[in-house]
């Protein structure tokens, strides 16, 4: 039995972590065509940090509940739904528009354009979710919406890389460390950066080939081209300018810069030329429902377990948010919506 009232964090004003706040509002009702999902976990991305300390580079509409990624149980649907029953597992995802095929031109994500999934309960379109993976809990489901299927696309995208092909992955951020084990079940060799020793560690656990200390490694590119034996097939490039340089050294002539991050606003200017003669880009915006459906069809395969840091209780969102912020962390934070 659903309660009475319905919990949930908004983001007052961007600018501040304690801008977040907890309200109690009123259970959302179910009209025809969308079910009622019992959210059971979260969780963060970058992007919401981003959001919260307004910093984010996109449109951000007020007052809205945040986060992009959660799972949960359907408790309730209206009359018409087919695509799930009461009782199913599922996971939304990242965006309203995107189900197939090429991008859209326009896409509104949760948490920036509408109510995210930072609540206890959520009405939502069944066409905008997917079925998790049986083998996962929702803690682990609730990391992949955006990590995740961000690097299945970068990975898989329009142009496959193939087994044997090489991966160069930069830090151990969520889509970074998914982009690891993605690889690996598909039969890639991983090369990865990171400046942390306890990290490598974490890296060479999951199964990275070959790891770069880019603190002791400043030329890092160009390392990675050698351990490739003339370039990586693949770079997930989830840092921006001030890494840009270094994936264009790194990569092979003709192949792919996957461009997802911006971590950062300045950095090393690009030889044209350099670019020209080099590498193809292709900028990633997450990715479809039939992309996630693809990916968790793999993931159950291979029984993939997402690779989680810590888990908050649902109280301690704002904590949630410090520990991103530190980042001092290797995989996903999650909060936990369970109430005892």
């Known amino acids: 039995m659903a309660p009475a009232q319905n919990r949930a964090f908004r ?13 109690e509002e009123s259970l959302p009702q179910v009209q025809r065509g969308e079910v009622l999902v019992r959210v059971k976990a979260t969780s963060l991305n970058y992007r919401d940090l981003a959001m919260v300390e307004g910093d984010y580079p996109g ?21 018409d739904v087919r695509r799930f029953r009461v009782g199913d597992r599922v996971a939304g995802n990242f965006t309203r528009e995107w189900f197939g095929g090429k991008r859209p031109s326009y896409m509104e994500p949760y948490g920036t354009h509408s ?36 690097a299945w696309n970068a990975l898989h995208g329009p142009s496959p890389a193939g087994p044997g092909d090489t991966v160069l992955t930069l830090g151990t951020g969520g889509v970074s ?5 993605l690889a690996k079940i598909l039969g890639l ?18 199964g990275s080939n070959d790891i770069i200390n880019y603190n002791d490694t400043p030329e890092w590119g160009k390392r990675a081209e050698e351990l490739s034996n003339g370039g990586v ?25 996957a461009l997802i991050g911006v971590l950062t606003r300045t950095g090393d200017k690009i030889d044209y030329y350099d670019l020209f003669g080099k590498a193809s880009t292709r900028t990633i915006g997450v990715g479809s429902r039939d992309m996630f459906e693809s990916m968790n069809r793999a ?3 291979h029984q993939l377990t997402p690779v989680i840091d810590t888990v908050y209780p649902f109280e301690q969102a704002q904590e949630a948010y410090r520990h991103l912020k530190s980042q001092n962390f290797f995989g996903k934070i999650v909060i936990s919506h369970d109430q005892q």
């Open 11 to 23: 983001l007052r004003e961007p600018r501040s972590i304690e801008n977040l706040e907890m309200t």
């Open 177 to 181: 460390v998914f982009a690891v084990q």
């Open 189 to 206: 060799r991983v090369i990865s950066t990171t400046s942390s020793s306890w990290k490598e560690e974490k890296l060479q656990e999951l």
């Open 59 to 79: 449109e951000l509409r007020e007052n809205l509940v945040q986060l992009s990624d959660g799972a949960g149980e359907i408790v309730e649907a209206g009359e």
């Open 299 to 301: 993931i159950a395969a």
């Open 233 to 257: 097939n693949r770079v997930v490039e989830v840092v921006g300018p001030a890494s840009f340089h270094q994936s264009i050294q790194a990569v092979a002539p003709g192949e792919e810069v």
């Open 115 to 150: 109510d995210g999934w930072l609540t206890d309960y959520k009405v939502i379109n069944p066409e905008e979710l997917v079925r998790l993976p049986d083998h996962l809990t929702y803690e682990q489901g609730a990391t992949l919406p955006c990590a995740a299927v961000t």
